[in-house]
């Protein structure tokens, strides 16, 4: 784990080249609420991206492939914002599988951003979050930093906005973005497997933030189920320090609920919901992400049977260890795949 301003000295690494890696997130609580600087509570998984960055040739290229906004958008990004030397070469490994709700563009994003951070000599944790989050913002074109905070921060951490910071944990850093902002904070998160399951529905971020946007201006109420939201999240920072698996499961039923209110939930993804409830040792499920589609995750004691049951059901499981490691900086990428 890097602690802020470290400096991490690294073999074999010219000027030239760099290869940082960074994990997947769950977010456990505070979905769309975190955007309106209610808190959430997020874990990095153990699945890890990694990107590797060589200053060579004339053009910039992404796995053999010229870059291009269509494909390479975060890449894209990240590059024109922090990059001012020759083009360079990004070489991706993928851990994270794509599209499954798992925070694999954030760990895409922060991992280039640290190398390319590293390249420039300026690797500071704390600015590698900062423009982490303003690297899928743009790109985005709306969210949180509750993502790239996790993925860089590793562990668990809570969010919210800065002018009703979490108070639950280690202060790690602020993020700034425009005229308001997040506080982050390192928190304790249990040692557990989680059941991941994407519905194979692609929902996409934008779309669903803007249309919780829509529905709160137009709807008062629900601007009571962000609070709820909120509320949930700080209930559930006790039992996740007292490892309560019991009481953390109910709390995840009663955040997908509230999701649902907002609008986000999808058939698709609450088949999966009632999939994972109906099994034994259940102990709760709900969406994790955006919704609008993509993947629910479920708290059990039998991760292998919820897995084949949702796998029966149509669809996607992933089972992922929760707390592993921010980014990271390494000599060789063959150093991450052993490791993995
Ligand atoms: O990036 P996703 O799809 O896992 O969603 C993140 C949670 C949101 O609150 C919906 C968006 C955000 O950036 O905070």
Request: charged content about 20%; some cysteine.
């Amino acid at each position: 784990m890097f602690h802020a301003r470290a400096r991490p000295q690294v073999d074999g690494l010219s000027d030239l080249r760099a290869i940082a890696s960074a994990p997947g997130k769950v977010i456990l609580f505070g979905e769309h609420a975190v955007i309106y600087g209610h808190p959430a509570i997020a874990a990095t998984t153990n699945q890890r991206t990694v990107v590797e960055v060589d200053v060579v040739g004339s053009k910039t290229t992404v796995n053999g492939h010229r870059i291009h906004e269509r494909y390479h958008s975060y890449l894209l990004t990240a590059v024109d914002r922090l990059w001012e030397g020759d083009p360079v070469r990004l070489q991706t490994e993928g851990g994270v599988p794509s599209a499954s709700g798992t925070g694999s563009s954030s760990a895409l994003t922060v991992a280039a951003v640290a190398a390319i951070h590293q390249l420039k000599g300026d690797d500071y944790i704390e600015e590698i979050a900062q423009d982490a989050f303003e690297v899928e913002r743009v790109t985005q074109g709306g969210g949180s930093p509750v993502d790239t905070s996790a993925s860089t921060a590793g562990g668990g951490i809570a969010i919210a906005g800065l002018d009703t910071p979490p108070e639950i944990g280690d202060p790690l850093w602020d993020i700034e973005w425009e005229d308001g902002g997040w506080a982050v904070e390192a928190v304790h998160v249990p040692d557990l497997t989680l059941v991941v399951g994407n519905s194979g529905v692609k929902g996409r971020t934008d779309a669903e933030v803007a249309k919780v946007a829509r529905a709160v201006q137009k709807n008062s109420l629900l601007r009571d189920t962000l609070n709820d939201i909120g509320q949930i999240t700080r209930d559930a920072v006790a039992p996740l320090a007292a490892n309560d698996w019991v009481a953390i499961g109910s709390l995840m039923d009663k955040a997908h609920d509230c999701m649902h209110m907002l609008g986000v939930n999808h058939p698709a993804v609450q088949k999966l919901v009632d999939v994972a409830r109906a099994e034994a040792g259940t102990f709760g499920a709900k969406i994790t992400g955006a919704g609008g589609g993509g993947s629910m995750v479920a708290l059990t004691e039998k991760p292998e049977a919820l897995a084949a049951s949702i796998a029966a059901a149509g669809g996607t499981p992933y089972q992922v260890k929760i707390g592993g490691p921010g980014v990271q900086w390494h000599a060789t990428v063959e150093e991450v795949l052993e490791a993995a």
